[in-house]
């Protein structure tokens, strides 16, 4: 085999290594799968002892509203997402370990979740009515008693909640569907993660 030969086919043999190695590059860049059609059920069901034990005493499980447990944050792990009663969600907050947040007033524009925790309904049934998040971590997910990031999101307006899948621009991922509390022709929103915090965003029309 003459040199000139012998210098194509090492060049050549280059050229397919790096072909193949782009190749496996692409592989590992492909997008996960989107998330499932629709969150589960946690099953048994959480209790109002385990709302305690992550939220403190000053939040309680709202008997009556469906619980969904469903990959909120695209981590590939389930999270749990419950209705409970929230008193003063603050007090708790450093204890516990939890995040209050209010994504639909920051929508609106006021974004200092110390004033807007302060914001009363006019219907006493839906005074402290809070969304609460937990993020799983490891095999046991939402369960694990490992340190775990935790979300009361309150002032939400909801009358009836779902879990289902939502596309945004570059990725498919679950929001929380909420029909909205209001007079007149019912509005609906969804709440969902956009990597950083919890963001609502209005649809306005019903959910069917």
């Known amino acids: 085999m003459s040199f000139s030969q012998v210098v194509c086919s090492r060049v050549l043999l280059a050229l397919l290594v790096i072909s193949a190695g782009s190749a496996a ?16 059920s946690p099953v048994p069901a959480v209790t109002d002892q385990y709302v305690h034990k992550e939220f403190g005493d000053n939040c309680s499980l709202l008997a009556g509203p469906p619980q969904f447990v469903g990959d909120l944050d695209g981590d590939g792990v389930d999270d749990l997402i419950v209705v409970a009663r929230c008193k003063n969600p603050l007090a708790d907050q450093a204890e516990s370990g939890f995040l209050v947040a209010d994504p639909y007033n920051s929508f609106m524009g006021f974004g200092e979740v110390k004033v807007t925790s302060t914001f009363a309904s006019d219907d006493p049934e839906r005074k402290g009515l809070s969304l609460l998040i937990v993020h799983g971590v490891g095999p046991e997910a939402w369960r694990s008693d490992k340190t775990k990031p935790k979300f009361v999101l309150i002032n939400l307006p909801f009358k009836t909640l779902t879990v289902k899948r939502l596309a945004l621009k570059k990725k498919t991922v679950l929001g929380i569907y909420m029909e909205e509390k209001g007079e007149g022709e019912s509005t609906s929103s969804v709440i969902y993660w956009d990597g950083k915090k919890y963001r609502y965003q209005m649809l306005g029309s019903d959910l069917e």
């Open 25 to 40: 590059f692409a592989h590992d860049k492909k997008q996960p799968p989107p998330p499932p059609a629709h969150a589960k």
